[in-house]
């Protein structure tokens, strides 16, 4: 991995902790809904990147990139989704939608090089 891709990497590690955080202070009720939904789609966004980076197919770890953006995009939904639903506070949803619009920018950017790459541009 180069120096962007440790960064985008440590943005997805500070990202999933801080879903944990959060979602801690959810309902016992939501224990098996939203709150493992929340942390298996944020958890899934950096497992998916490490092993795509553990792949040596560039196809493969474009995969696995694709995967890691998919869980972005439901990470993000659901963190719009706590927020309208009053289980984050403002200044929790602002924390970690800062770290969304930057891993998401990355994540995309790492997708359009590979897939570039293994179109021979």
Known sequence: MNDYQKQLKKKM??????????????????AYGITSQFRRAS??????????????????????LEVAFGSFKESQYLLEFVLIEKLITCDEYSEA??????????LWTELDNLSNSIKGK
Not at 14 to 26: E, G, I
């Open 43 to 64: 958890l899934s966004i950096i497992l998916n990147y490490i092993e795509g980076y553990a792949r040596f197919r560039s196809k493969v770890r474009f995969n696995h």
């Open 13 to 30: 590690d500070n990202y999933v902790h801080l879903v944990y955080r959060m979602s801690k202070k959810f309902p016992q009720d939501e």
């Open 97 to 106: 939608h800062e770290l969304c619009d930057q891993i998401g920018a990355m």
